[in-house]
C-alpha cells in the first residue's frame, strides 16, 4: 500500500510539473538554525492567532480568584467587577471596555517564548545526534547477521524518551519565568 502510495504521489508530482520522479525521495535535513528558525516561525503565527483565547481563558480563571477576596476594580474606587458570563462576553467586554488591542496583551512576551519549541527542538535533536552516532557505533560492532534483541531495543526507546524530556526540562528552565510575566500582563485590571 505504501508502495501504490509513493507512485501516486511521485505521478502527480510529475503531471503537475513540480517535480521529477527522483526528485520524490531526495530529503534534505534542516540545520539546528533552520529548525530553530522554523519552530520560531510557526510560534509566532500561533500567538497571532490564539492569543485572544488565551487572555481570556486566564482573566476568566483570575476572576474566580478576585470574587473569593473581595477585590474590586479600580483600586480604592470599590467599583465592583462585572464577571464575565462566557468567553463571548469577555471578548465583548474586553473589546467595549479596554479596546481591540487589549486582547493581545501579554503577545510580546508570548512571541519570546516561542522561542521554547525551538530551544527543545534544537536540544533533542542535540542530544538524537550524539545518541545515534553511540548507538550507531555500538551496532556497526555487530555482525550484519545478528538481530538487535528486545533488550537493545528497548534501551533505544528509553533513550529517546530520556532525550525528550531532558530537552524539554532545558526549553521549561529557559521560558517559564515568561508564563508568570504574561499571565501579569493579561490579568484584568
Same mark, same amino acid.
Given at each position: ?18 517535480? &521529477?520522479? #527522483?526528485?520524490?525521495? %531526495? ?8 529548525? @530553530?528558525? /522554523? !519552530? ?31 477585590? &474590586?476594580? #479600580?483600586?480604592?474606587? %470599590? ?8 468567553? @463571548?462576553? /469577555? !471578548? ?98
Amino acid at each position: 500500500a505504501l508502495a501504490v502510495r509513493q507512485k501516486r504521489h511521485e505521478q502527480s508530482l510529475q503531471t503537475s510539473g513540480l517535480a &521529477t520522479a #527522483g526528485d520524490a525521495l %531526495k530529503v534534505e535535513r534542516l540545520s539546528a538554525t533552520e529548525n @530553530f528558525a /522554523a !519552530a520560531c516561525l510557526a510560534g509566532a503565527a500561533m500567538v497571532g492567532l490564539t492569543n485572544p483565547m488565551w487572555l481570556i481563558k486566564t482573566r476568566m480563571q483570575l476572576q474566580l480568584r478576585h470574587f473569593k477576596d473581595g477585590t &474590586t476594580q #479600580g483600586g480604592d474606587a %470599590k467599583i465592583p467587577i462585572r464577571p464575565y458570563r462566557n468567553m @463571548f462576553d /469577555a !471578548a465583548s467586554t474586553i473589546v467595549r471596555e479596554e479596546g481591540p488591542l487589549a486582547l493581545y496583551k501579554g503577545a510580546s512576551v508570548a512571541l519570546v517564548m516561542v522561542s521554547h519549541g525551538g530551544i527543545q527542538f534544537v536540544a533533542y535533536e542535540f542530544l538524537k545526534a550524539r545518541f545515534g552516532s553511540y548507538t550507531r557505533a555500538e551496532r556497526a560492532k555487530k555482525e550484519d547477521h545478528e538481530r538487535i534483541s528486545v533488550l537493545e531495543a528497548l534501551e533505544d526507546s528509553l533513550g529517546y524518551l530520556t532525550m525528550g524530556a531532558a530537552s524539554k526540562m532545558v526549553a521549561s528552565t529557559f521560558t517559564y519565568p515568561l508564563q508568570v510575566i504574561k499571565s501579569r500582563l493579561q490579568q484584568r485590571a
